[in-house]
């Protein structure tokens, strides 16, 4: 669902003569090297993230209590 949003978005992003992928494309930015850095970026991260699990939540408005942390979600949801 969270992955048909967010393509949704990129895609209504893209239509838009003033979102900020014509911006990048008006203002010459190669978007085929942009998305492979991302890519890249992406499985990093991912690697980063199954080797030592996900990083402990930080909040900077909610204060007083204690945060527990749960079990790490199962590699079946993590999608590369």
Known sequence: MLSEQIEHHVHE???????????A???GLDMDALGARML??????????????LPSPETRTFT?????????????????
């Open 64 to 80: 007083g209590h204690d945060l527990e942390m749960s079990e790490p979600v199962d590699e079946a949801h993590v999608k590369p």
């Open 25 to 27: 494309r008006a203002a």
């Open 13 to 23: 992003e893209e239509k838009r003569s003033d979102g900020i992928f014509a911006q």
């Open 40 to 53: 890249a970026r992406k499985q990093e991260l991912i690697a980063q993230f199954q080797a030592r699990g």
